[in-house]
Structures are given as C-alpha cells and as structure tokens.
C-alpha cells in the first residue's frame, strides 16, 4: 500500500479554514485517498474519501492534484470540536485494510 | 442507528486473569474488524471478519488472544491469559464490504491490566 506523510501538527483559528495537506507520491491508480479523524478518548470517524476527482460532504472537501500524488482536506470553518487527528490513508480499491499513520494533530484555537 | 456498540467501556483486571471485550456491529453491515491502540504502535488491524468469518487474523499478537463472531450481530475479543503489555484501547469497527467499504467504529474499551 501506498505510505503517506502528513505533517505532525498544525493550527488555525475557529471559524477559519483548516487545510491538511498528505502526500502519497507512490499511490496506484487503483488506490482511493480516505480521511478519517479521531477526537479524544473516542473512536476514528470517517470524513470523506475520493479516487481522482475532488469529493465535497457536509463534513469537508478533499482536493486531489491532477497526478494524485498529493490531497488537501479541507474544513470549511473550522470549530474548537474539530480538535482531533486527522488520518489520511492510501488503500487499494480491492483492500479492506486501513493502515493507520501518525496522523496530523489539528488545534483548533478560541 | 445507534453505531457500533462496545462493552466494557473500561476494564481492569490482573495478570493471569481472562478478559472478554464484546461488540455489536451496525445492524446490516458484513464486515467487523477488531483494531488495538497503544501510544507505541498507533493503531493496528487485529482481526478481519466478513460475513461472520474471519478472513485475516494475521495482527493477531500470539495466542492469547482469539476472536469469535457466532452471529452477525455480535462479535468477541478474548484475551487469556492477560498481561500488562495488553494494555491499550481496543475498537471494533463494522462496514459494507463490496459496497462501500467505509469503517465505522465503536467508542473502544480502555483495557488495564495490572
């Protein structure tokens, strides 16, 4: 599976646009781009995932780049209960596997 | 729907002492995964069940540990015997396997073992 790298933590303001950024430079074209987050002392919560084009839900957006070998997830406006991990995870379209990374740890200030 | 279900929420218990973490998956899906949690190791698949048959058990630690999913709606997790390496949070997550393959998971037990 393709590994993905994510920067350790980051910040923004409430009410701001979050923007996580992962790279999978190695990612097949069979292989889906999947976000997921974990809040404290709770379980990881799926947030949106896509293929090749740009995918929106009530939760966020996820930009891919034309080579697919980056995303953005994007939280619109961001809220101090947006204060979590966020995952994102290369899988195969064939796979049942998440393989879980380190994460991006989002504060989200007052 | 009430997601996935998983009980105890908390546990202590003692070196030498079984250990039995249970899940209800959401009502309709195919698959359960059984994951663990520990600051060292991050987050690793344990067990892998589709349509009640476990399909991967390769993150499975040593045999100690087993899991068993009789129905559709419950599954276990058993440990015996316990040691204080055990220790983690362990989630059961369930899904639709071939439609969507998105994983919800349960809230985690918090295991201690002393």
């Known amino acids: 599976d393709a590994k993905t790298t994510q920067p350790t933590s980051m910040d923004c303001a409430e009410g701001r646009a979050a923007n996580l950024p992962c790279n999978h430079s190695?990612?097949?074209?069979?292989?889906?781009v999947y976000w997921y987050r974990q809040i404290h002392s709770q379980g990881p919560q799926y947030i949106i995932h896509?293929?090749?084009n740009n995918e929106t839900n009530e939760m966020a957006s996820l930009i891919i780049t034309e080579d697919r070998k980056s995303s953005t997830l994007i939280l619109p406006h961001a809220t101090l209960r947006d204060t979590a991990v966020y995952y994102c995870?290369?899988?195969?379209?064939?796979?049942?596997?998440?393989?879980f990374g380190s994460g991006t740890r989002l504060l989200v200030r007052p | 729907d009430a997601g996935v279900i998983q009980s105890p929420r908390h546990e202590v218990t003692e070196m030498g002492q079984e250990v039995t973490l249970r899940c209800k998956p959401i009502?309709?899906?195919?698959?359960l995964f059984w994951y663990r949690q520990t600051m060292m190791r991050g987050l690793e698949l344990l067990i892998y069940?589709?349509?009640?048959?476990?399909?991967?058990d390769s993150g499975m630690p040593e045999d100690r540990f087993s899991a068993k999913m009789p129905n559709a709606s419950f599954s276990t997790l058993k440990i015996q015997p316990s040691e204080p390496r055990d220790s983690a949070v362990y989630f059961c997550a369930s899904g639709l396997r071939g439609i969507t393959d998105t994983q919800y998971f349960g809230p985690g037990t918090r295991l201690t073992v002393l």
């Open positions: 190695t990612i097949s074209g069979n292989e889906y």
């Open positions: 995870i290369v899988r195969p379209d064939s796979s049942y596997k998440l393989i």
């Open positions: 896509g293929l090749k």
């Open positions: 009502s309709g899906h195919n698959s």
């Open positions: 069940f589709n349509n009640n048959v476990p399909i991967d």
